[in-house]
């Protein structure tokens, strides 16, 4: 069954927005009485039936309405510097997506590469990720934020560092119990700076490893994720 993003959705008659309504029937050649399901990225699930199938404004009947469609019982928060190369960091938001994430901070860190992104591009990335990976609800992305300002700013759950330097480290794998809210951190292709570690320890963000072997930022973003899921289900 074909799904569809509708985040305004209200009541039991919908009209889908005109790029919608082009691929339903223009691209994918619905028509009148075809079911198919709509999404609002806030956790709800709607069956619908197609009553009339217009290429501009396809107008839907909901049928049944699923609330909480998927949710998981725990909340990730992810903070990645963007990479030099914008399509590794699209990668990563694209398969961070499919596994399951709740709010993803871009961070402006020391030896940043790129500081500049554009988030109505980045927003398609993951509107498009949710829907293929049938996802109820729509990751919150965050505006690039400086470093300092997010470890002074988030102090809810548990908060992890993941960083490349010698000194003692915790294994992710190994943290997780407890809280249900998780926040980690993943530095940019030349990984924080050792003032930045400090200053994230200073806001009690415990270090951590992610593995043995050196992780391209997205990569390591992408197993942070993962071990969270794949450890709280």
Request: hydrophobic residues 35%.
């Amino acid at each position: 069954m074909q799904l569809f993003y509708t985040p305004d959705i209200r009541g039991e008659e919908y009209t889908l927005n005109e790029t919608e309504s082009k691929h339903a029937v223009r691209v994918l050649r619905l028509s009148h009485e075809d079911r198919i399901q709509l999404i609002d990225g806030k956790g709800n699930l709607f069956e619908a039936r197609i009553e009339d199938a217009h290429p501009k404004k396809c107008r839907v009947e909901v049928t049944r309405t699923i609330a909480e469609f998927g949710k998981r019982n725990h909340y990730l928060h992810l903070a990645v510097a963007p990479t030099k190369n914008i399509d590794r960091f699209e990668w990563f938001l694209e398969k961070a997506t499919e596994i399951g994430i709740d709010e993803i901070t871009p961070i402006l860190c020391e030896h940043s590469e790129r500081k500049i992104i554009k988030n109505e591009r980045l927003e398609k990335v993951i509107i498009s990720a949710m829907k293929q990976s049938l996802k109820a609800y729509l990751p919150k992305l965050n505006p690039l934020t400086p470093f300092q300002d997010f470890v002074t700013d988030n102090n809810k759950g548990k908060k992890f560092i993941a960083h490349c330097y010698d000194q003692d480290k915790r294994e992710l794998k190994n943290e997780l119990t407890g809280s249900s809210q998780i926040i980690v951190l993943i530095g940019p292709e030349g990984d924080f700076s050792k003032s930045e570690v400090q200053q994230a320890i200073d806001h009690q963000f415990i270090p951590v490893s992610l593995g043995e072997s050196r992780l391209r930022t997205e990569t390591a973003a992408v197993v942070a994720c993962h071990t969270v899921n794949l450890l709280k289900s």
